[in-house]
């Protein structure tokens, strides 16, 4: 398999989006944000990094049952696709994002290709999803895109897991905050998770004074450690 975007497309990407498709180390691609010099995901593995994040640490340590999850950050997608190949539970998934990336970036992305060959289409089907309105993917997936910021919009309750995956907190400082982590600790049910890449002291620090028990647990490939929070 070629995982090389094709160049004349990256290259119109790099003038008018201002991103670039990247190739990590474990096959996957991840995006290049020039303008605040961050990858949407880790150049040791992007599909490495999100499984090991959210599926690992977060989606395999939660109540199972009717699973509600709620997502800071839709990205590429792959959060999501990952946890739709996974279910075998009924799942509610929430994601906030308030800016979406571009239909043709995302079809030049090789998630599918690596995850679900020959499924293709339900990669596309998380991003060609009407917003701010519950779409079936398939018969144990819902999905609910929310266009808008985490710190201000209306977040559903009752969520078992959360995945936090805004930005890191010195590229995107407005989205670490104790209002948000107080936000969605009120949106959660008992014994919910929320999980991160980040392994930040005052990002601990702001769970812990948002109510939640939080450890610090084995990072993904390329990082030491990353955050587990409970709500108690």
């Given at each position: 398999m070629?995982c090389e975007?094709?160049s004349l497309?990256v ?10 498709i990247?190739?990590t ?8 944000v020039?303008e605040?010099?961050e990858?949407?995901h ?5 599909i490495?990094?999100?499984?090991h994040?959210f ?17 800071i950050?839709?990205?590429?997608g792959l ?5 739709l190949l ?19 970036t995302i ?9 679900c ?5 339900l ?16 018969s144990?997936f819902?999905l609910?895109?929310i266009?808008?910021?985490g ?5 559903p309750?009752?969520?078992g897991?959360v ?14 905050n104790?209002?948000?982590?107080r ?5 959660m049910?008992e014994?919910?998770?929320?999980t991160?890449?980040c392994?930040k ?8 004074e948002a109510g ?13 450690e990353?955050?587990r929070?409970?709500?108690?």
């Open positions: 070629n975007p094709d497309i290259s119109y990407l790099c003038r008018v989006k201002k991103l670039s990247q190739l180390a474990d096959g996957s691609h991840t995006l290049f020039p605040i010099d990858h949407y880790s150049v040791n593995g992007a490495q990094e999100s499984y994040v599926i690992k640490a977060g989606w395999q340590q939660a109540p199972k049952g009717n699973v509600r999850i709620v997502e950050g839709f990205g590429t959060n999501a696709l990952l946890t996974c279910a075998d539970v009924p799942v509610e998934y929430y994601t906030v994002e308030p800016e979406p990336l571009p239909l043709d079809r030049l992305l090789n998630y599918a290709e690596i995850l060959p020959g499924k293709e289409e990669f596309l089907a998380l991003h060609t999803a009407a917003w701010d309105t519950p779409v079936k993917i398939s144990l819902t609910y895109k266009r808008g910021d710190n201000t919009c209306t977040l309750g009752n969520a897991l995945y936090f995956d805004a930005f890191a907190p010195d590229k995107q400082p407005g989205m670490w104790p209002a948000i982590f936000r969605l600790y009120e949106a049910a014994g919910g998770i929320l991160t890449y392994a002291g005052s990002v601990r620090r702001m769970m812990q939640y028990s939080v450890e610090r647990i084995a990072g993904p490939p390329g990082k030491r990353m955050l929070a409970t709500k108690q």
